[in-house]
């Protein structure tokens, strides 16, 4: 392998960490957290230099920008979670055995992370910072769209690590090329875990050619169902923000599925999103209901490819049901088991959708702009993660450990 000194190097820093003090991983976490503030112009800078070769019209330029704004977000962030407990040590679960032997069940690190990921620079912040203090290394592979702003975040983490004398490769940095992210899925015995954090596309390459457990993360096709009972300014107030708060985050709204009974409403409803320019693609129902009450240019028919399809933009689609048990048969079909939500003061409607809906996280009568580690109380997070095995949902510090079974005896031999 082209890397294998590299990911050698990892392998060896993931055990000098675990024998790092909590207390240490605390003040290395503080002191990036201040040296991150303190480079704030650098960063602007490096990021600058990635912005500048993507159209602005482009959905992933609001996700490749770092301003100063954003920069304190990552640096509270990161102070959040060197607050938090370690995950590390826990007994969940612990027992004598009718032969005499003591079992007990401890949380350990994952050991090495590696995290594929698109045009986000935070992730690389967020990513380190919950490894470290979660006792795990970590080999980041970032998109070409963010290469500067990633070799400069990783660049300023390894001064801090350096200022610790801790190993600098306890956390690196891949080559942003194909080759380097197909390296990576083929180092077996050296990354325990591979999580990618993107778009569908990222998620299946890495799923069908790792070689590596995978978490998969990311891709959110995103629904909200409008119940016939509905509060209608409770209702209009929560779209808006589930699909405009930032239309390029994994949380953000795709589809409404309009009961009925509440098309009249729709324009009212809606007139948020106009003031947004947002495009609605609507199907017959929802399109007869708001032509001449939303603007012309921003109303489409739906077709077939309008749902199911994560927009990342300011565009939304319009399904109209007769009843529940349709809205649900829907998203069963559209769904990628990211986020989904109802509107209804009917709480029997509310418990079915939240007891039915198979996704990782169900609302009831709130936006789904709270699908986010830091909205969650987990200080950051390395992806949302939409699978079954091991984790679910916002990914955090527990969400990056292991357990390990742990045996004492005395002289105990099985017959």
């Known amino acids: 392998m082209k890397h294998q000194h590299l990911f050698e190097s990892v392998n060896a820093a993931s055990h000098e960490l675990a024998r790092v003090p909590c207390e240490v991983v605390y003040d290395l976490l503080t002191e990036l957290a201040n040296e991150l503030v303190h480079q704030t112009s650098l960063l602007i800078a490096e990021n600058a230099r990635d912005l500048e070769r993507m159209s602005n019209a482009d959905p992933k330029y609001d996700r490749l920008l770092i301003n100063e704004e954003r920069i304190k977000v990552i640096a509270s962030d990161i102070l959040h979670v060197a607050a938090l407990p370690s995950p590390l040590g826990k007994i969940t679960e612990e027992r004598f055995m009718p032969n005499g032997l003591f079992l007990s069940k401890k949380s350990v690190p994952f050991g090495v992370v590696g995290v594929i990921y698109e045009a986000r620079p935070n992730v690389t912040f967020d990513v380190f910072s919950l490894c470290v203090r979660s006792g795990n290394a970590c080999i980041l592979k970032g998109g070409s769209d963010a290469r500067y702003s990633n070799e400069a975040a990783v660049s300023l983490i390894k001064k801090v690590l350096k200022s610790f004398s801790l190993n600098t490769s306890i956390c690196e940095l891949m080559p942003a090329d194909r080759e380097s992210s197909l390296e990576m899925l083929n180092a077996r015995g050296y990354i325990d875990v591979i999580i990618p954090r993107g778009s569908r596309q990222l998620i299946d390459f890495v799923a069908e050619n790792s070689k590596i457990p995978v978490i998969e993360t990311g ?109 649900l048969d829907h998203i069963r079909k559209y769904s990628s088991k990211h986020s989904e939500a109802i509107i209804s003061t009917d709480q029997k409607n509310i418990d079915r959708f939240l007891d039915e809906v198979d996704a990782a996280a169900v609302y009831a009568n709130t936006s789904t702009a709270f699908t986010d580690g830091g909205q969650f109380g987990l200080g950051a997070e390395v992806g949302i993660s939409t699978q079954k095995l091991h984790a679910r949902g916002p990914m955090g510090l527990a969400e990056l450990t292991s357990y390990k079974w742990i045996i004492r005896g005395d002289g105990q031999i099985r017959s």
């Open 219 to 327: 891709a959110g096709i995103v629904h909200t169902y409008l119940d016939e009972t509905a509060d209608i300014k409770q209702a209009s107030s929560i779209i808006n923000n589930a699909k405009t708060r930032r239309v390029s985050v994994c949380n953000a709204l795709d589809c409404l599925i309009v009961n009925a009974g509440q098309l009249n409403n729709l324009p009212e409803i809606l007139s948020p999103l106009a003031d947004k320019n947002v495009t609605v693609y609507a199907d017959k129902p929802s399109y007869e209901v708001l032509k001449g009450q939303y603007p012309k240019s921003l109303l489409e028919n739906a077709t077939n490819e309008s749902y199911g399809t994560e927009f990342l933009s300011y565009k939304i689609a319009v399904k109209t049901v007769g009843n529940i048990e349709e809205a």
